[in-house]
């Protein structure tokens, strides 16, 4: 699972993590308002992470959408749009991913409505860069590659999406690993090969069609 490192509030940009640890063998990920993803996050602790993402799919579901509702009852607005539920949903809209290997490979998608849905066919990308990261990633779906291919596409991908300047994506970039042995938070000198496979991987690309 790989995220740029860029928190845009407003017109002020800072840098952060957006990917996080939900046990030895899951991570989440948040793209959308820092206020529903903070929300989620302090109450995150109180799953009982020891089970598989298979028994959670609900639990997450629920806690989503007390945090939206929260935040609705919260925001002045929403009373101009008491009866516009569409326009309620956009007024902090964030959608979260989890992935496990606790079992068997499983991606959660929880939709910017709290919705939980289980993703079928990786890849899969969200938030502001997915439509982007969706344009180099078609020619790879239904195909398997191993874990460190699939870092180096995945870093590739998002560093792609961060050059065009898609709004909200900035450096740096965070990549973690989840496999049957645990998940792991790449370091920054494994990053930096990464970013080295990334870069041989691109010329050869090029090279491929100035032959």
């Known amino acids: 699972m790989a995220s740029d490192g860029q928190i845009t509030s407003g017109l002020v940009r800072t840098t952060g993590k957006k990917i996080y640890r939900l046990s030895e063998h899951a991570v989440w990920a948040a793209s959308g308002e820092l206020a529903l993803i903070q929300r989620i996050q302090e109450r995150i602790g109180t799953l009982p992470t020891a089970r598989p993402l298979v028994n959670l799919r609900d639990d997450i579901g629920q806690m989503v959408k007390q945090c939206i509702n929260e935040l ?12 516009d539920p569409d326009t ?11 992935a496990d290997f ?16 289980w ?27 191993n874990l460190k ?21 900035g450096p740096p970039i ?23 496979a990334a870069r041989t991987l691109r010329g050869a690309e090029i090279q491929l069609l100035l032959d």
């Open 119 to 145: 993703v079928q066919q990786a890849p899969f990308a969200t938030g502001s860069g997915d439509l982007f990261a969706y344009a180099l990633l078609r020619k790879y779906q239904g195909k398997s590659l």
């Open 72 to 83: 609705i009852q919260l925001d002045f607005r929403s009373s101009f749009f008491a009866q």
């Open 88 to 98: 309620l949903l956009k007024l902090h809209p964030a959608d979260f991913i989890f």
């Open 174 to 196: 965070d990549l973690w690993q989840i496999s049957q042995t645990g998940v792991t938070n790449l370091s920054e000198a494994e990053v930096s090969i990464l970013a080295e």
């Open 102 to 117: 606790s079992q068997e490979p499983l991606i959660l998608h929880i939709t910017v409505e709290g919705v939980p849905e």
């Open 149 to 169: 291919r699939a870092s180096v596409l995945a870093y590739k991908v998002m560093e792609e999406a961060i050059a065009v300047d898609a709004y909200g994506l």
